[in-house]
């Protein structure tokens, strides 16, 4: 008999929380030879996802939640969730049934063998997604994927299962700006894929805005990567050497032909594209300032309100 955790992070699921259970649940009593509980971690939700939680607990006993003191975001949540994990395989899965809880069994049973140490889901399709979102979303695994020492596939979602090994490399990263799809492609172990279709919400709506996913490419761009310090560099030395050629040449020009007054417009152009580039680069290193600075002062990434998850 194994045991199976699944950490579902929830906020604000008050409405797709008891279409889940009854879904999920019956996906886990459904497997053999495991023994699998709960994780919800309620990631500081205003609704009343805390007190579902709750009345499914009372009488549920494979019901195991954490409950945040405030919103720390879903990095955090996953995070809280395996750290208080402690079986043989760990879930993670969204609360919305946007993940397809009918390929459990499937992820489970290829984590059988010794070949893979990981089953993850990845979206073949980005259907009940808006153009632009999803032609984003294309642009920001192709920038990662040439800039960042690690590969994340296209579509890879935070929807998988994960053996021991592979969830105590992860918690041994214990740095606070946390990419967890960076992070999960970062620890390597060999990787059994499927691919499913998107779903809708089944209730709720997306915390995600266009902002938030913005923020979150950039996240995953800077603490993967140091390639943009060097675009910067790159940068700063072309248009200093450009800059040398087209001095030399005004010199060798004024030799030859005299002086020459007019020329305001390129010289005004040239000064705004440099402050421009100095503007960006200065920018960029203040990026990896600003997470060196949330690194040192090695902050808690979350705080618990309460759980009843009695630690080991
Ligand atoms: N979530 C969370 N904390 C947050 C935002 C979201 O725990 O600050 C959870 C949310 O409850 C859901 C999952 O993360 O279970 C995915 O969120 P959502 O469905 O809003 O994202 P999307 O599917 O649109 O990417
Ligand atoms: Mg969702």
């Known amino acids: ?6 950490i579902v992070p929830c906020f604000n699921e008050q409405e797709s929380l008891p279409v889940f259970y009854e879904k999920v649940n019956s996906v886990l009593d459904s497997l053999d030879g495991y023994e699998s509980s709960f994780i919800f971690v309620d990631d500081g939700s205003s609704d009343k996802t805390l007190e579902v ?46 993940h397809n809880p009918d390929l459990i069994p499937e992820m489970l049973s290829s984590l059988e063998s010794d070949e893979y140490d990981i089953a993850a889901a990845r979206r073949i399709d980005r259907g009940g997604e808006a153009k632009v979102k999803s032609a984003f979303s294309k642009l920001f695994y192709k920038i990662v994927n040439r800039m960042s020492d690690v590969k994340i596939a296209d ?21 606070y700006n946390r990419f967890s799809k960076g992070i999960f492609s970062w620890v390597g172990f060999n990787t059994k894929w499927f691919e499913h279709e998107n779903s809708e919400r089944v209730a709720g709506k997306s915390k995600w805005s266009f902002w938030k996913l913005t923020t979150y490419a950039i996240d995953g761009i800077i603490n993967f990567s140091t390639v943009p310090l060097k675009i910067s560099f790159l940068f700063g030395g072309f248009v200093s050497f450009a800059g040398l050629v087209y001095a030399l040449y005004i010199i060798i020009r004024t030799i030859v032909k005299g002086p020459d007054v007019p020329g305001y417009a390129s010289l005004f152009s040239a000064l705004l594209i440099i402050g421009g580039l100095i503007l960006l680069s200065l920018g960029i290193i203040g990026e990896y300032l600003a997470r060196i600075y949330t690194e040192v002062k090695n902050r808690p990434d979350f705080l618990v309100d309460e759980t009843n998850i009695v630690k080991k």
């Not at 579509?155 to 090994?165: L, S, V």
């Open 155 to 175: 579509g890879a979602q935070d929807f998988r299962i994960m053996t021991r090994k592979v969830v105590d490399s992860i918690l041994s990263m214990r740095e």
């Open 53 to 98: 939680i709750k009345n499914l607990a009372l009488t549920d006993e494979k019901v195991k939640y954490i409950s945040f003191s405030r919103n720390f975001g879903k990095e955090s949540a996953m995070l809280a969730g395996l750290s208080f994990s402690t079986a043989e395989l760990v879930g993670i899965i969204d609360a919305d049934l946007q």
């Open 1 to 6: 008999m194994k045991t199976f955790e699944l």
